[in-house]
């Protein structure tokens, strides 16, 4: 008969506060964003942001791309997980774009 100690420390992991630890940091690290982007939203410059983002996105997702080639049980297996892979993606783009649109055709299209 499993205890509810047994539970907690089976299906629980040892390391939670640490990762509560780490969320908090992550939380406090974007509202610091947050309130730095409030105090220089009218500095001309900042209008750059929205680009400047964008291409760090496009360097993490190269990078990213790097990372996949140089694994190479991820290579030798790719044509075992592509097709899994891409019905995973279809699917949650298309997942995505519907819900999109429904959100914008319920609240944001004028009547």
Known sequence: MITGKDFFHTFVNKDFSIKIKIMLNIILII??????????RKIPQVKYTGTIISLIIMLLLFFLGVSVGTNEQLVKNFSAIGLDALIIT????????????????TFFKKP
Request: hydrophobic share 60%.
């Open 90 to 105: 279809f699917g949650a783009t298309l997942g995505s774009v519907l819900c999109a649109w429904l959100i914008y055709s």
């Open 31 to 40: 509202l610091s964003g947050v309130v730095a982007g409030y105090f220089v």
